[in-house]
């Protein structure tokens, strides 16, 4: 079974990958009004940094692996600047009134929450279609 | 030989070199079946680990649903060989000499 399992691995190591997403989305959305992190600074969106990586079976070892896995390579920050807000009775707002809120835009979160969901769900698909195959290759043993 | 040779690639990943030549006393089938069921009880070791570490929050869910699912085709295919081999036993034990 061991082409089958590097299949399930492949799909098991996109799951968590897609889970990260969701994760990493979730919390850019649960911040995007805190003009305060641990460092100081306003909140930064975060995006999450995704790569090939071969599962690690007996094929891969020989240089014929078909099934190729997905990491998580990072979690960086998005680069863009923080919206500026006219607000001179916040706590946080500079000598101009202005303060700095999260480069956090909801809707595109939401966009990228909505495609980890579907990734997953599709991932989960495969899984439970390699599975089925494999209970129906043992079918051929009953009778 | 056949047979062998795929049960040894199953339960051990890779076949040993020991396994594909001729079967020493003590060895072949009998070996491969114990390896069989040896990948059985590993496969539900993992099955418990990843369940305990779901449970205990350091694991994902669908880690451990795969981790069940993997130790319940093992344990299926190993019901198979033995079905297999048990119905090749009473088919020779029938056979009128």
């Given at each position: 079974?061991?082409?089958?399992?590097?299949?399930?691995?492949?799909?098991a190591s996109?799951l968590?990958?897609e889970?990260?997403?969701?994760?990493?989305a979730?919390?850019?959305?649960?911040?995007?009004?805190?003009?305060?992190?641990?460092?100081?600074?306003?909140?930064?969106?975060?995006?999450?940094?995704?790569?090939?990586?071969?599962v690690?079976?007996f094929?891969?070892?020989?240089?014929?692996?078909?099934?190729?896995?997905?990491?998580?390579a990072?979690?960086?920050?998005?680069?863009?600047?923080?919206?500026?807000?006219?607000?001179?009775?916040?706590?946080?707002?500079?000598?101009?009134g202005?303060?700095?809120?999260?480069?956090?835009?909801?809707?595109?979160?939401?966009?990228?929450?909505?495609?980890?969901?579907r990734?997953?769900?599709?991932?989960?698909?495969?899984?439970?279609?390699?599975?089925?195959?494999?209970?129906?290759?043992?079918e051929?043993?009953?009778? | 030989?056949?047979?062998?040779q795929?049960?040894?690639?199953?339960?051990?990943?890779?076949?040993?070199?020991?396994?594909?030549?001729?079967?020493?006393?003590?060895?072949?089938?009998?070996?491969?079946?114990?390896?069989?069921?040896t990948s059985?009880e590993g496969?539900?070791?993992?099955?418990?680990?990843?369940?305990?570490?779901?449970?205990?929050?350091?694991g994902d869910v669908?880690?451990?649903?795969?981790?069940?699912q993997?130790?319940?085709?093992?344990?299926q295919?190993?019901?198979?060989?033995?079905?297999?081999l048990?119905?090749?036993?009473?088919d020779?034990?029938?056979?009128?000499?």
């Amino acid at each position: 079974m061991s082409t089958l399992n590097a299949a399930i691995d492949a799909s098991a190591s996109a799951l968590a990958a897609e889970r990260a997403r969701i994760e990493v989305a979730v919390s850019n959305l649960a911040n995007a009004e805190s003009t305060r992190a641990p460092d100081g600074r306003p909140y930064r969106r975060r995006d999450v940094v995704l790569s090939a990586t071969p599962v690690e079976t007996f094929d891969a070892v020989l240089g014929r692996a078909g099934a190729i896995g997905v990491a998580v390579a990072g979690i960086v920050e998005d680069r863009a600047p923080a919206r500026q807000r006219y607000e001179p009775s916040h706590p946080d707002a500079d000598a101009e009134g202005f303060v700095s809120v999260p480069n956090v835009d909801p809707a595109e979160e939401m966009v990228d929450m909505v495609s980890a969901a579907r990734a997953y769900q599709a991932n989960l698909t495969a899984i439970s279609l390699v599975r089925d195959l494999l209970q129906r290759a043992l079918e051929l043993g009953r009778g | 030989m056949a047979i062998e040779q795929l049960i040894a690639g199953v339960a051990g990943g890779a076949a040993p070199p020991a396994a594909t030549g001729r079967p020493a006393a003590g060895q072949g089938f009998e070996q491969s079946l114990g390896r069989l069921v040896t990948s059985v009880e590993g496969t539900n070791a993992d099955a418990n680990q990843a369940v305990s570490r779901m449970l205990d929050g350091s694991g994902d869910v669908h880690d451990a649903m795969i981790a069940l699912q993997r130790a319940d085709l093992t344990l299926q295919f190993t019901v198979q060989v033995r079905n297999k081999l048990v119905q090749a036993y009473q088919d020779i034990m029938r056979m009128p000499v």
